[in-house]
């Protein structure tokens, strides 16, 4: 079975400082990977996924992900965070059941 | 395009009650649905998945139930609630083939009192 590490849970950060958020993920195959966030009472979306190809992936609103398939991790960063980026992310592994496993998520705070 | 509804936003029930929450898409066709439970630090827990009319599958043994009346509309209920059911329920949908990026609804709020 897939597993899926969210290694910061909650990250607080200052505006215009650089964000990294690590994913890590268990499964020997093939792998989807997706980045999603959920905004302040809005619904959950898509950040960014990786299928096949380029192993750095960009997303909406400036983030970028990097697959890492020796160290099976998907990590995603932005060089400079704005206050609007304020949210839950939450990392997801899709392997062969096709059925996606989540990251517990990461609350990040920007502050103005 | 497509569009996910879900409701009620919100519901406050009594242990031992029932519990039916709906789930709907429009702007597509044979799409996969899920239910999940969002709990504060735990991520999201798939509780069941559908591929198809009355194909249900479940992820994990509890106190809850799903079905799949229509091609777009997925339930979860339960006989009787608990109150370790209390949380925040979402429904997701994505294409057939292979899955790939899910779709999520704005979620239900149960709190069970």
């Known amino acids: 079975a897939q597993s899926v590490s969210q290694h910061n849970h909650h990250v607080i950060l200052s505006e215009a400082a650089s964000l990294e958020l690590g994913c890590n993920y268990s499964y020997g195959g093939t792998v989807n990977l997706f980045w999603y966030v959920q905004y302040p009472g809005q619904h959950l979306q898509l950040l960014l996924k990786?299928?096949?190809?380029?192993?750095l992936v960009k997303g909406i609103k400036g983030f970028e992900a990097e697959f890492i398939k020796s160290k099976f991790s998907f990590n995603l960063r932005k060089p400079s965070v704005q206050w609007s980026d304020t949210a839950e992310y939450f990392c997801a592994v899709e392997g062969g059941s096709y059925i996606p496993t989540f990251g517990r998520g990461t609350s990040l705070i920007v502050h103005p | 395009s497509q569009t996910i509804h879900q409701w009620p936003a919100t519901l406050v029930q009594p242990v031992g009650s029932p519990l039916s929450l709906e789930c709907t898409v429009e702007?597509?066709?044979?799409?996969?649905l899920y239910w999940y439970r969002q709990a504060a630090g735990r991520g999201l827990q798939l509780l069941f998945y559908?591929?198809?009319?009355?194909?249900i599958s479940s992820e994990v043994p509890q106190n809850l139930s799903a079905s799949r009346p229509q091609d777009r509309q997925f339930i979860l209920s339960s006989k009787k609630l608990l109150l370790s059911d209390s949380g925040f329920y979402l429904c997701?949908?994505?294409?057939?083939?292979?899955?790939?990026?899910?779709?999520f609804g704005p979620g239900t709020r149960l709190t069970v009192t």
């Open positions: 997701a949908w994505s294409g057939r083939q292979g899955a790939g990026e899910q779709y």
């Open positions: 702007g597509t066709s044979n799409p996969n």
């Open positions: 990786y299928f096949s190809g380029d192993p």
């Open positions: 559908s591929v198809g009319i009355g194909q």
